[in-house]
């Protein structure tokens, strides 16, 4: 493998990075002489930010290593139907931000399981609460700070492992420094300069491997090239045995077919984008409730643009590494992206184009920009982690009279503890084909359970908390029985008929219906059909939005409709 050597102005580039956003984040967390913060201050910015920082904060926390690694990777061995994820992501945004957005600012939420208090009960919410904070600590931290170390292991070393857990500490350190103090104030407002270094770098990254496929036409030509040249993984809508991975894999099982549109990739999306703390709290610290939809509107719009710096990089290294016949194989590929199994490793894709073909002096940037958007999403999870912990367990459980200098000390240590645990797991994580897709697939286990709960908790004032807590004791078991198809382990038996074979999206959309209908069922028994006593009242006026947020919301979907009907 060839390395781009680091000169002193990329250590000077990525160490300036380094200090600026630190700065800032401090700068942002100082407080007035005799001024004690507060703990809405932490945890909701004082609900102050404004919608171009809503906006801005919304991407930083969500685009990372799971994205610019992970992403990329699938990009590499399924082509641009994973793009999918973020245009789909445009559209639920829009939603969220006209239908779910003016019931939570309206509750005064803190905390997504809140609501579920407000709604259904304290014990389901405590349950959720719980696993919450697992999930972040045990999946989203430590999957973030495994791929971001695994991209600077192949960047600044030699793609052996060796500076895996290295890496590991010094992400945790930076996300830390600048995040503990200050809380979601530091982080939103660091966030501003994280997503326009991400933006920025990620582009920069596209037009150099694009301009390198055909040096002498430019960045247009290499595109056209790159169509030209593997026109099958441009395919959005794929049908089965349409799209075989370097591994092996038929795609059609990550991606399968319209469900993307109109499917399980739904229930993926509203669950992300709707009920997921880490996410959603940038919106509700917002000046007012038309700010945060100016907000969301804002995010939507960088989405349909973010398929360019995280997918694109993926298909040009594909391309690169096919032979002359147009096929990828162990004798083409570049030995980076041989694992210790003797398969290919397809999340090394964006980190080898950087260490093959940018040049010195935008290395140091487009290194920076890969760590914005790692510790930008790790700052936020902590944040967010601190908050669940501190406002739905500790101050309700464990000091229900606790001060504000009391709750404040509590979030910053909880973020430290989180860290820490995820430090320690995140090696355990070994080499996974395609991250991306196995992240989204695993949380898929337990995400169609909980949005039926608050889908049905919002917009049916029949469900009860019974029917609540069933569905959500049910969910899993629901869902391991659609998986248990896919796996094959009943072919050839008398109750194969039981375990049709499904697409873990499919197992999704099929999850989410059986557990809504239990709810539904248990509810209406209870109650006899009549309304629940913590039904929400809903109005037209509830749902109204001012005249720029719907002219944004129709560009989004024309642009959208555009680009699936050009990719079909």
Request: overall charge neutral.
């Amino acid at each position: 493998m060839r390395n781009v050597d680091f000169a002193f102005l990329d250590y000077f580039i990525f160490i300036a990075y380094g200090i600026v956003i630190v700065g800032i984040g401090l700068w942002v967390s100082r407080t007035k002489k005799g001024h004690q913060r507060n703990a809405e201050d932490y945890f909701l910015a004082g609900k102050s930010l404004p919608w171009w920082t809503i906006g801005a904060s919304l991407i930083a926390a969500n685009i990372s290593a799971e994205q610019f690694i992970g992403m990329s990777g699938s990009g590499f061995a399924i082509g641009l139907a994973i793009a999918s994820y973020e245009w789909m992501a445009a559209a639920t945004l829009i939603i969220v931000g006209k239908f779910f957005l003016p019931i939570f600012i309206e509750k005064k939420l803190y905390t997504i399981p809140e609501f579920l208090e407000k709604r259904y009960s304290t014990n389901l919410k405590s349950i959720l609460a719980v696993f919450w904070i697992a999930l972040f600590v045990f999946v989203n931290l430590t999957s973030v700070l495994f791929l971001g170390a695994k991209a600077l292991d192949t960047i600044l070393g030699n793609a052996d492992g060796s500076m895996i857990f290295y890496a590991i500490i010094g992400l945790a350190l930076f996300a830390v420094a600048y995040s503990l103090w200050g809380g979601l104030s530091a982080v939103a407002w660091t966030d501003v300069i994280q997503v326009a270094l991400l933006i920025m770098g990620g582009l920069i990254t596209t037009f150099i491997a694009l301009d390198h496929l055909d040096p002498d036409g430019g960045v247009i030509s290499g595109f056209k090239l790159l169509y030209n040249t593997i026109p099958e993984k441009f395919s959005m809508i794929l049908d089965k045995g349409e799209i075989i991975t370097p591994n092996g894999k038929d795609a059609y099982w990550d991606l399968p077919g319209l469900a993307v549109i109109v499917g399980g990739m739904w229930i993926a999306n509203l669950y992300y984008w709707g009920f997921n703390q880490y996410i959603i709290q940038r919106t509700l610290a917002a000046k007012s409730l038309k700010e945060s939809q100016k907000g969301i509107a804002f995010a939507a719009f960088i989405k349909l643009i973010i398929p360019l710096i995280v997918v694109i990089p993926g298909l040009v290294a594909y391309t690169l590494n096919t032979g002359p016949d147009g096929i990828m194989s162990l004798d083409t590929v570049d030995s980076t992206f041989i694992n210790g199994a003797g398969g290919i490793d397809n999340d090394r894709a964006f980190p080898w184009l950087i260490s093959q073909f940018i040049p010195t002096g935008l290395k140091g940037l487009v290194l920076a920009a890969l760590a914005a958007a790692i510790v930008s999403s790790l700052a936020s999870m902590l944040n967010s982690t601190a908050t669940i912990f501190t406002m739905d367990i500790y101050k309700p459980f464990m000091n229900k009279n606790a001060t504000d200098r009391q709750t404040v000390a509590v979030g910053r240590i909880t973020a430290v503890v989180a860290l820490f645990i995820a430090v320690l797991v995140a090696p355990l994580l070994g080499s996974i084909p395609q991250a991306f897709q196995f992240i989204q697939e695993y949380t898929g286990i337990v995400s169609p359970g909980i949005l039926a709960i608050f889908i049905l908790g919002l917009f049916w004032k029949k469900s009860t908390n019974s029917g609540a807590i069933w569905g959500a004791v049910l969910s899993i078991p629901v869902a391991l029985f659609f998986k248990t198809g896919m796996k094959g382990w009943f072919d050839n038996t008398a109750i194969e008929w039981l375990f049709p074979k499904l697409a873990w999206m499919d197992q999704m959309g099929l999850t989410f219906v059986v557990v809504s209908l239990i709810i539904i069922i248990i509810s209406y028994l209870e109650n006899k059909g009549k309304n629940d006593k913590k039904g929400i009242p809903l109005s037209k006026g509830m749902f109204a939005t001012s005249p720029s947020f719907n002219i944004s919301a129709f560009v989004v979907c024309i642009i959208l409709a555009a680009l699936y009907a050009v990719f079909w």
